[in-house]
């Protein structure tokens, strides 16, 4: 399934994030998957939005000071249109690999998660190969958004355990990783 992924710059209002949330649910419909705010590692004026077929609705939504957009195309989950499981927090975690280990690094994910789904309060909630750009062509790079929910920051750190069968397989996994970069956030309800 194809998604876009807007990484928006929003005014100093301390409710942006929310009435950019209510602006779109209200103009998009079953298309808004998710709109995030920032916990940790983003900037403070940051929403992020995930919809499939945004068109230009999203940069010129009111509020809206810049966007950076991927186009996004879902690789084992998400697998339906269930949205995102209210509560806890989001990391957002952007991997740059070799552009040749896509779908290795695609089928360790699919392995691991079982244990660590089983182990930890966490849900995979979408793993997204993003669009070629021309710099991933001359770097022989490509990147893929994973998107996780954890009961908390606590869990994530409980999650960090080497010892685990699924920590075992992302070790394989993290040898295909050229650069990995997780930031955490929270589902606006």
């Not at 998957?33 to 992020?48: E, H, I, N, Y």
Request: with cysteine; hydrophobic share 45%; proline share 4%.
């Amino acid at each position: 399934m194809a998604y876009d992924y807007y990484s928006l710059t929003l005014g100093r209002e301390r409710t942006a994030q929310k009435a950019l949330s209510d602006h779109l649910r209200g103009a998009m419909g079953a298309e808004l998957v998710a709109v995030f705010a920032p916990v940790l590692g983003f900037a403070s004026d940051t929403a992020l939005v995930l919809v499939k077929d945004a068109g230009a609705a999203i940069a010129s939504a009111p509020g809206v000071v810049a966007s950076e957009h991927h186009s996004l195309t879902s690789t084992l989950r998400p697998t339906d249109d269930v949205p995102p499981m209210a509560g806890g927090i989001y990391v957002h975690n952007w991997f740059t690999i070799d552009a040749d280990a896509v779908d290795e690094f695609v089928r360790l994910s699919g392995e691991a998660w079982p244990d660590f789904e089983a182990r930890f309060e966490t849900k995979i909630f979408g793993l997204f190969l993003a669009a070629e750009s021309a710099a991933d062509r001359v770097s022989g790079a490509r990147r893929l958004l994973l998107i996780t929910r954890y009961r908390d920051l606590g869990e994530w750190q409980t999650s960090r355990d080497p010892s685990s069968a699924a920590m075992q397989v992302f070790a394989r996994r993290r040898q295909l990783t050229r650069v990995s970069l997780a930031r955490a956030c929270q589902l606006i309800p």
